[in-house]
């Protein structure tokens, strides 16, 4: 069995979005309720927590390595580390919408920013944001937009909706940033949790966590389940590829939606994990300006 280390005590209400610097040998991730990200320093065990006073639901990196690019609820943002500001960029479309904000988003390798919408019902939507601070709906119809991530080749992408119990695939012109050809490729059944953050190693398998499944499971490209990793937490939220070789896989999971007696038995609810992947992720891309 593959052996889960507990990495890190931080008691995140909803950790998120795991990311790496491998320039930096950083990890970033957030804590959405908690209206903060965390840059985790794995040689010398430190954590830095930085408070935006706003949720902030995922982060890119940008070739600018003094910043990083952030989907906040309200709209897309950029943090800027020399005086530590966050100068907003492009605000949320669906401002008019209720109970409607970002949330899970991804660079691809063309360093164009890909985020997603949550809301009521399956109204919420996909969007790109791209060098000179466009921003354009690329799908649809989706209910709570959530892991994104691209194959090795870089001809298929894949984008989770949590609410309809699935991750998409879809075409990827890398020539014209678009995608088209929606299918599903994998449905969780009940009882098996909802599938959330996703990332892709090098052999062009999927690695998804499962809210509310205690797990994160692995797929081959075809969307066959080929292993599976219980965890110590109920819910973990997503996974990233990291380490010196990238064959680490960090995972972010949440305490908020447990009550106080659920957190006493499950105590490390909203830590971060690692597990040994013997298999290599991709390199986070950087958003270019």
Same mark, same amino acid.
């Given at each position: 069995?593959?052996?889960?280390?507990?990495?890190?005590?931080?008691?995140?209400? /909803?950790?998120?979005?795991?990311?790496?610097?491998?320039?930096?040998?950083?990890?970033? *991730?957030?804590?959405?309720?908690?209206?903060?990200?965390?840059?985790?320093?794995?040689?010398?065990?430190?954590?830095?927590?930085?408070?935006?006073?706003?949720?902030?639901?995922?982060?890119?990196?940008?070739?600018?390595?003094?910043?990083?690019?952030?989907?906040?609820?309200?709209?897309?943002?950029? *943090?800027?580390?020399?005086?530590?500001?966050?100068?907003?960029?492009?605000?949320?479309?669906?401002?008019?919408?209720?109970?409607?904000?970002?949330?899970?988003?991804?660079?691809?390798?063309?360093?164009?920013? *890909?985020?997603?919408?949550?809301?009521?019902? /399956?109204?919420?939507? /996909?969007?790109?944001?791209?060098?000179?601070?466009?921003?354009?709906?690329?799908?649809?119809?989706?209910?709570?937009?959530?892991?994104?991530?691209?194959?090795?080749?870089?001809?298929?992408?894949?984008?989770?909706?949590?609410?309809?119990?699935?991750?998409?695939?879809?075409?990827?012109?890398?020539?014209?940033?678009?995608?088209?050809?929606?299918?599903?490729?994998?449905?969780?059944?009940?009882?098996?949790?909802?599938?959330?953050?996703?990332?892709?190693?090098?052999?062009?398998?999927?690695?998804?966590?499962?809210?509310?499944?205690?797990?994160?499971?692995?797929?081959?490209?075809?969307?066959? /389940?080929?292993?599976?990793?219980?965890?110590?937490?109920?819910?973990?939220?997503?996974?990233?590829?990291?380490?010196?070789?990238?064959?680490?896989?960090?995972?972010?999971?949440?305490?908020?939606?447990?009550?106080?007696?659920?957190?006493?038995?499950?105590?490390?609810?909203?830590?971060?994990?690692?597990?040994?992947?013997?298999?290599?992720?991709?390199?986070?891309?950087?958003?270019?300006?």
């Amino acid at each position: 069995m593959t052996e889960v280390e507990h990495v890190l005590g931080i008691g995140d209400r /909803l950790g998120e979005g795991p990311l790496w610097d491998a320039r930096s040998g950083v990890l970033f *991730w957030v804590d959405i309720e908690g209206n903060c990200f965390h840059r985790f320093f794995p040689a010398t065990v430190q954590v830095e927590t930085i408070d935006t006073g706003i949720p902030v639901c995922a982060l890119g990196l940008v070739v600018d390595s003094a910043k990083l690019i952030l989907a906040a609820a309200q709209g897309i943002a950029m *943090w800027n580390w020399p005086d530590r500001s966050l100068d907003a960029i492009s605000p949320n479309p669906e401002q008019g919408r209720p109970d409607s904000r970002f949330n899970d988003a991804a660079v691809d390798r063309q360093g164009n920013f *890909w985020v997603g919408s949550l809301g009521p019902g /399956l109204e919420s939507a /996909l969007y790109r944001f791209g060098p000179g601070r466009l921003l354009l709906k690329m799908d649809l119809g989706i209910g709570v937009s959530n892991g994104i991530a691209w194959s090795p080749d870089n001809h298929t992408m894949y984008f989770t909706d949590s609410r309809r119990r699935v991750i998409f695939a879809y075409d990827f012109d890398e020539s014209s940033n678009s995608i088209e050809n929606r299918r599903v490729l994998i449905e969780v059944a009940d009882g098996e949790g909802f599938p959330d953050g996703l990332t892709v190693d090098r052999e062009g398998f999927l690695w998804s966590a499962r809210w509310g499944g205690a797990r994160v499971v692995r797929y081959d490209p075809a969307g066959k /389940l080929e292993r599976k990793i219980m965890l110590p937490v109920t819910y973990p939220t997503s996974c990233t590829f990291g380490g010196a070789n990238l064959d680490e896989l960090y995972i972010t999971s949440a305490r908020s939606p447990l009550t106080e007696a659920q957190c006493t038995r499950e105590p490390r609810a909203g830590d971060l994990f690692r597990i040994r992947a013997e298999v290599q992720g991709l390199e986070d891309s950087r958003f270019r300006e």
